[in-house]
């Protein structure tokens, strides 16, 4: 019944950019918070960054605060996480999730996404 797609994933330089793009299925999830998630190979999934439905609360992950920044459009139903500055250690699958909130926490999170792909090389 709800489906997240991300896209924007690839490969890039360190101290390059990547913008991640979701998008949601169903108008109703517009009112639900939004937020990322990443795993990278052996390691434990981990939150991102997450983002209210009003797009007036965000919550960020210490390691990628000052790089990255959420935003969302309820028009289009699309999150969009903005990663600049990227480092190696960025490298991971990253995932979408949709949620009643709150939005730092994992248990804000119902959906989620297939994952999107992003390398960064050195």
């Known amino acids: 019944q709800v489906q997240l797609v991300e896209s924007g994933g690839g490969l890039v330089q360190a101290g390059g950019s990547l913008r991640l793009s979701c998008a949601a299925s169903?108008?109703?999830?517009?009112?639900?918070?939004m937020g990322w998630f990443r795993q990278a190979p052996e390691k434990e999934r981990e939150f991102v960054a997450g983002?209210?439905?009003?797009?007036?609360?965000?919550a960020y992950a210490r390691s990628t605060k000052g790089r990255f920044t959420i935003s969302r459009d309820n028009t289009k139903n699309t999150v969009y996480l903005q990663m600049n500055s990227l480092q190696p250690e960025d490298t991971a699958v990253y995932y979408c999730a949709a949620g009643g909130g709150p939005v730092g926490s994992t248990r804000g999170y119902d959906y989620w996404g297939q994952g999107t792909q992003v390398t960064v090389s050195s």
């Open positions: 169903g108008r109703t999830l517009s009112r639900s918070a």
């Open positions: 983002i209210n439905w009003s797009g007036d609360t965000t």
